[in-house]
């Protein structure tokens, strides 16, 4: 895949499943309308706030990775050509996951809406039942021991403080 069509893919696909996600999903249970139950809730606002940011960032930034490093896309119907592994995918195997999970979070907090906190603890067993499911094991078959030394120096959803040291994805791997 060129990088064009990975950027291509890359960023219809973040429209769709994020864009759903942390964008409807937070509209359609709150119509982003913001509570105001307690005066003192402005620093609450403040980090959640900075956490939506944060993870609105961290999202946009795996998603470069994909493109930059794997030649692909995060959707599985395009996937990239070789394993992620460098930047924030040194620390964690699933920022993607994290910062959507940080991101209506953020949005749970700035609007001081409780409803959004039972809403990112869904998608978060969502995306675990996926990862677990789903993606690990169609990760083992297209990049069998690469993946799987990879998959034992990175946690997949606590990450680690300092970034793991691996040998990135060499050009040839992942031709399945």
Same mark, same amino acid.
């Given at each position: 895949?060129?990088?064009?069509?990975?950027?291509?893919?890359?960023?219809?696909?973040?429209?769709?499943?994020?864009?759903?996600?942390?964008?409807?999903?937070?509209?359609?249970?709150?119509?982003?309308?913001?509570?105001?139950?307690?005066?003192?809730?402005?620093?609450?606002?403040?980090?959640?706030?900075?956490?939506?940011?944060?993870?609105?960032?961290?999202?946009?930034?795996?998603?470069? $990775?994909?493109?930059?490093?794997?030649?692909?896309?995060?959707?599985?119907?395009?996937?990239?050509?070789?394993?992620?592994?460098?930047?924030?995918? $040194?620390?964690?195997?699933?920022?993607?996951?994290?910062?959507?999970?940080?991101?209506?979070?953020?949005?749970?907090?700035?609007?001081?809406?409780?409803? #959004? #906190?039972?809403?990112?603890?869904?998608?978060?067993? #969502?995306?675990?039942?996926?990862?677990?499911?789903?993606?690990?094991?169609? #990760?083992?078959?297209?990049?069998?021991?690469?993946?799987?030394?990879? $998959?034992?120096?990175?946690?997949?959803?606590?990450?680690?403080?300092?970034?793991?040291?691996?040998?990135?994805? &060499?050009?040839? &791997?992942?031709?399945?």
């Amino acid at each position: 895949m060129t990088r064009v069509r990975a950027a291509l893919g890359s960023v219809l696909f973040f429209c769709v499943a994020p864009g759903l996600v942390v964008g409807l999903g937070p509209w359609l249970l709150t119509g982003w309308q913001m509570h105001d139950p307690l005066p003192y809730l402005l620093p609450v606002r403040v980090v959640g706030g900075l956490l939506l940011a944060a993870g609105l960032a961290f999202l946009v930034t795996a998603f470069v $990775r994909f493109v930059v490093e794997g030649l692909g896309t995060p959707a599985p119907v395009a996937p990239t050509e070789h394993l992620v592994v460098g930047g924030i995918y $040194r620390h964690v195997r699933n920022p993607m996951y994290l910062a959507v999970a940080a991101a209506i979070l953020g949005q749970a907090l700035l609007l001081a809406r409780p409803v #959004l #906190l039972g809403y990112a603890v869904a998608i978060l067993a #969502l995306q675990y039942a996926f990862v677990r499911f789903h993606e690990e094991p169609a #990760l083992r078959r297209r990049f069998g021991e690469q993946y799987d030394t990879y $998959r034992r120096a990175v946690p997949g959803w606590w990450p680690r403080l300092r970034p793991w040291r691996g040998a990135p994805a &060499s050009p040839t &791997s992942g031709r399945g």
